[in-house]
């Protein structure tokens, strides 16, 4: 069917237009990260909150080696009564801040998720990560909106759509995974090979 070849096409060219350079920034960011033991809060909203979820996830469990420390991610998108009681009590684009207030520490870093790049919520807590002496990431759609403008490193997904767009983080949130694997256990930075599978490695069961 043609809009499978469609999608298929489009996905796969948008892949290959990412920035290298964006993205090797970022990864660079990861490390540092785990090298000094702070922690990486992320954040979305909707699908991206699903993203945000998912990568802490594979951040925390799929990157342990017996012996070695863990990387410490958390997502600010699964504590629903906190969230929905900020958001209750103040507003919606409070619910990550505040958050952050009670957790954030010096040199941590706080990932945002947004395909537009304009969520209130995200802009208002990369705000005030900036403040709180955290570096700060984003992951974006294809123009980047405010938050381009805001955070230390970001990487553009130019994809035509959002679907698109979110296809490209969850697959970029997949490989940075990888390579924080690939880093722990050999130290080798960005620009090293990717990590073979072998007997020791923690891979989730699903």
Not at 46 to 72: E, V, W
Request: aromatic share 6%; proline share 2%; net charge negative.
């Amino acid at each position: 069917m043609t809009i499978i070849h469609n999608y298929f096409t489009e996905v796969s060219s948008m892949l290959r237009a990412i920035s290298h350079e964006q993205l090797e920034h970022i990864l660079i960011i990861l490390e540092q990260a785990y090298h000094h033991n702070k922690r990486i809060f992320i954040m979305g909203n909707g699908g991206s909150a699903a993203t945000a979820s998912h990568f802490a996830l594979d951040l925390t469990k799929n990157t342990i080696f017996p012996g070695l420390p863990r990387l410490k991610a958390i997502s600010l998108t699964d504590h629903v009564p906190l969230i929905t009681a900020w958001s209750n009590d103040t507003a919606y684009e409070h619910i990550f801040t505040e958050q952050l207030v009670s957790l954030l520490e010096d040199g941590d870093v706080v990932l945002g998720i947004s395909a537009s790049g304009n969520s209130k919520n995200v802009i208002n807590a990369i705000r005030y990560a900036r403040h709180a002496g955290a570096t700060t990431v984003a992951l974006l759609g294809a123009n980047g909106g405010k938050l381009k403008e805001i955070v230390d490193a970001y990487v553009l997904a130019p994809g035509q759509n959002i679907e698109q767009e979110e296809d490209a983080h969850m697959i970029l949130t997949h490989m940075m995974t990888r390579h924080m694997r690939s880093f722990i256990l050999t130290g080798a930075s960005s620009r090293a090979t990717s990590l073979p599978v072998t007997s020791s490695t923690h891979f989730y069961s699903r």
